[in-house]
């Protein structure tokens, strides 16, 4: 029978061979710092996403076991993308994607290998092993686990970080019905006096004790939020259309190490599918899904997306941009008429405040006749 030793050191050398560039193995025991992330949800900083509050995952976060009661180990993986200067020139008339969301979905693209890793060990073990895999699918503190198997600590951005390639990287994970060899924690926070992520934050949400705030964050408020975004939040996602990066571009980690080269899963994919926010604007339920099939981007829905680009043009717009945000303005949608008329509240021209008077005729949502009303107040005021 394979030593637990031996095991340890065909699995990882497996899963460097399956393109994961990390590799840790920890215990099952329960996070040492589940109160903070208990005091996170107590002051409903995880904004709308109202599963991760949920009383059963709750419990299973307390303790891997409540997931998988054979489980005697936690494999953690890392696996590379390419920074955001992949590709290089993307700014301008275009908005700005995170670069995790550059390539295929990672929802897509992990979990057969984490399945043919989980193979690999059943083969080199002559035997079934209990299993769970996640890719930021499973109610378990995944950078926490990643801390103690020894991948890097858990920057003041909230991010695990690296010493060695940065922050640019998924985390999976597998819990195993099986014995390997457990990691040393990462014990060395490696921010020292750095704050440089709490000060570029646009929006202030990185809280002090290494969490965010997600009623502020960026990333919430371009991909998990499905309602209407805080007018006072607008002005500050700048042309971001779909997560944010600036927290990681800015840490130093990430300026030393990060590597346009890394990441071959997640190459970016065709430059034709490049955003144009005026192009993306005009994009119909059937463009949308063609453009964004395997793509991280489709989770926002086409309701989400055009959202993200009204906000984005109303933020870097001129009035070349107004024709294509007036026919958003007859949007089936509620959701991007009622952005798309505080955008054009923002850019200067008569054409503006014309575009919102003839849809304010016909339009019969209450929201979006409240959105008209603010935009045309502040396109007189500027006359
Ligand atoms: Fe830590 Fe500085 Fe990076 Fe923030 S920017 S995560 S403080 S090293």
Known sequence: ??????????????????????????????????????????????????????????????????????????????????????????????????????????????????????????????????????????????????????LGWIGKNTNLINPNIGSYFFLAEILLGIKLEVDAPFAADRCGTCTRCIDACPTNCILPNRTIDSNGCISYLTIELKASIPAELRPKIGDHIFGCDICQQVCPWNQRFARPDAGRLFRPRLEEDNPTLRHDLALSPQEFNRKFAGSPIKRTKRRGYLRNVAVALGNTGSASDIPALARALHDDEPLIRAHAAWALGQIDGDESANALTTAARTEVDEIVLTEIQSALTECYDRR
């Open 1 to 150: 029978m394979i030593s637990p030793s031996e095991l340890t050191k065909a699995t990882k050398k497996e899963a460097h061979r399956l393109g994961f560039q990390l590799v840790g193995v920890t215990t099952p025991d329960p996070p040492a710092h589940l109160d903070v992330y208990v005091q996170w949800l107590d002051a409903s900083h995880h904004a709308g996403m109202g599963w991760m509050a949920a009383e059963r995952n709750r419990q299973r976060r307390a303790d891997p076991l409540q997931i998988l009661p054979e489980c005697e180990t936690v494999l953690v993986l890392g696996v590379r993308y390419p920074p955001p200067s992949v590709p290089p020139d993307f700014r301008g008339e275009t908005g700005v994607v995170a670069s995790y969301a550059w390539g295929d979905d990672y929802h897509d693209v992990l979990p057969e290998r984490l399945r043919a890793l989980v193979s690999f060990i059943e083969t080199q073990a002559g035997r079934p092993v209990p299993n769970r895999c996640y890719t930021d699918t499973g109610p378990i503190l995944e950078r926490e686990l990643a801390q103690r198997a020894g």
